[in-house]
């Protein structure tokens, strides 16, 4: 009885450590943020088909930093939104830009809190985005359609950002 007990307990381990370690390999930066002098976690800008994203997280929030790649040159401001389509809704999520007026491409969405998770961002955790559509001021789209492995590659830093920032 012992012998079954303590081979349930070694194949538990052998089943839950690759997830933790997984968990743990992050790739997170801790930084000091130039405004404030307060930490900072980011995970640098990674690629996304037409566009490259930084998630950043400090004490006061979580800022997902887009630089939409697109060759007419997005004009962004107080007015543009994103729209981000969720698998398995018909509806996107609808967000304003959170940064200021730019030709270059970028663009901000901004969730306050990270002592606690905010709702969205637990969304953007645990639901694969199949897309975001950015809308300029100009009523142009750019259209970034995610691969599966960028969809798991955003779960997974947003998951690891989120869970980190607690400690801010």
Known sequence: ??????????VSIFI???????????????????FTGKP????????LKGAKL????????FDYFFVVKNPSNSCFDETSEVAILFDGEKNPQEIRN??????????????????????MVKKLSTKKVISFVFSDRNAKKAIINLTDDQQQLFMKYTT???????AL
Do not use: W
């Not at 012992?2 to 070694?10: E, F, N, S």
């Not at 839950?16 to 130039?34: G, H, I, R």
């Not at 930084?54 to 929030?61: E, K």
């Open 1 to 10: 009885m012992y012998k079954a007990a303590g081979l349930a307990i070694i």
């Open 16 to 34: 839950v450590c690759p997830f933790v370690l997984e968990a743990q390999n992050c790739a997170l930066k801790k930084e000091t943020d130039e």
């Open 40 to 47: 900072k976690l980011t995970t640098d800008f990674f690629d």
């Open 54 to 61: 930084a998630i950043d997280a400090t004490a006061s929030g």
């Open 98 to 119: 959170a940064g200021s007026t730019n030709c270059d491409g970028v663009f901000h969405i901004v969730f306050r809190g990270a002592k606690y998770t905010p709702g």
């Open 160 to 166: 690891c950002i989120a869970e980190e920032a607690k």
